[in-house]
């Protein structure tokens, strides 16, 4: 009779399941190993642990930092709307009203009107700047939020998809449609920039079509990647709102003319989501790749244990984390000596660290460190001289070389069909963007989902116009070309 392992009885991860056997495995056994989130004792609700989270307030101090920069404030709005704010706008309703969690009582009491937990928050908002915005001179208002928002999710999946997960929205109103417009594409090209230069996950940035607009905006717009499965992921929106909510609101100014006008609102967010972005594009069957720009620790210091290492060796590893510390490195010395290098080198690389530095004796002797890169696993010498300017190169070497990479991983994995034949072998087949001219119709996409699985993510700026191509699906006059994929 076998015993079994302890690890394994208790459900623990023992290794990480390589991603050509299932990716989605793999992806669970990274967060789980690399300890990035834990499931709750409540069903779809996840825990965000300290490493996560550390990645998190990376993320939000860097695009924080991009919302102020640009002109906005953060505010901040309650947690429960009343059940007859929700009401107000009829798509937005529509769109929200299966997710809700309700709050129904207080204590002992039964409330009079019952409250929703925000699964966004368009409606409390609206009725604030209803208050705040009289004359043409209140605008714009330009405020972001950092809050948790909770929908009521069939099947979840740590960071990607959850019950609740922590989100920036922002929520701004202007004089004029042109302004507004203005805003959702100049908030959609920071996404974009953020994306593409702290998480080095390119994206394509484009229109949303009619049915996959958010529930009560005129136009939606989104930042979609790829993933290493070959899935798009949705990595962020901004949303023209018209005057829809101010209409269901009643933000009303006056303005230049004297004139009574409703305002013109725009709303965007992202969201934990992207942690789970950053792991699909990067990671690979040893676990986590984080770009430097949003690793916790961006160098791990592994000392060599020889002969009376604490002595002769630890005194450098310290002078050289002081070092790179000094130099605005996030850096780690792994100086506990109940683990053994090797144990900490596939540690560190389960983790997703940039760059490890190992020193030894004989590096000393040499004045030089010896680098291992995560990214590429290339190997190479460093002179202790000028150290830290040559560890600051390298972790920008490697912040490009990843967004090169998952640059270059997208490209190969986007194809072009003009016949549905084409178009469903390249869905069932090896997966990707598939480029396909489309008719511009709700009922036909709806098919080509029913079919295929696969939606529209996008139809990207600067797409060319057809001329004279014909629907992939239903042969009707083409008004676009649309980037098709499967999608988380
Ligand atoms: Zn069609």
Known sequence: ?????????????????????????????????????????????????????????????????????????????????????????????????????????????????????????????????????????????????????????????????????LWQEGHTAHETAEEAQEETLKILALYKEFCENVLAMPVVDGQKSESEKFAGASKTYSIEALMGDGRALQAGTSHNLGQNFAKAFDIQFQGRDK????????????????????????????????PPRVAPTQVVIVPIPRGNWKETVLPTCQAIRDQLVAAGLRVKLDDDDSNTPGWKFSEYEMRGVPLRLEIGPKDIEKKSVFAARRDTRAKQSIPMDGLASAVTALLDEIQAGLLARARQFREEHTSRAATWAEFTALMEGRPGFVIAPWCGEAKCEAEIKTETQATIRNIPFGSAAPSGET???????ATAFAWFAKAY
Not at 272 to 283: A, P
Not at 471 to 477: G, K, L, S, T
């Open 259 to 290: 004139a009574m006008q409703h305002a013109w609102t725009t709303s965007w967010g992202v969201s934990t989501r992207l942690i789970g972005g950053v792991i699909m594009t990067h990671g690979d069957d040893s676990g986590l790749i984080l």
């Open 1 to 165: 009779m076998s015993t079994p392992n302890p690890e394994e009885a208790e459900g623990f991860v023992t290794a990480i399941t390589p991603q050509s056997q299932d990716f989605s495995r793999w992806y669970l056994d990274t967060v789980r190993k690399a300890e990035l989130a834990d499931y709750s004792p409540v069903k779809g609700f996840m825990v965000i642990r300290p490493y996560g989270y550390a990645i998190w307030e990376l993320i939000q101090r860097q695009l924080d930092d991009r919302f102020k920069a640009s002109g906005h404030v953060n505010a901040y709005f309650p947690l429960l709307i009343p059940e007859s704010l929700l009401l107000k706008e009829a798509e937005h309703v529509e769109g929200f009203a299966p997710q809700v969690a309700w709050v129904t009582k207080g204590g002992t009491e039964d409330l009079d009107e019952k409250l929703i937990i925000r699964p966004t928050s368009e409606t409390i908002i609206g009725v604030m700047y209803q208050k705040w915005v009289q004359s043409w001179r209140d605008l714009p208002v330009l405020i972001n939020q950092w809050a948790n928002v909770v929908r009521w999710e069939k099947v979840t999946r740590p960071f990607l998809r959850t019950t609740e997960f």
């Open 471 to 477: 629907c992939v699906h239903c042969d009707a006059p």
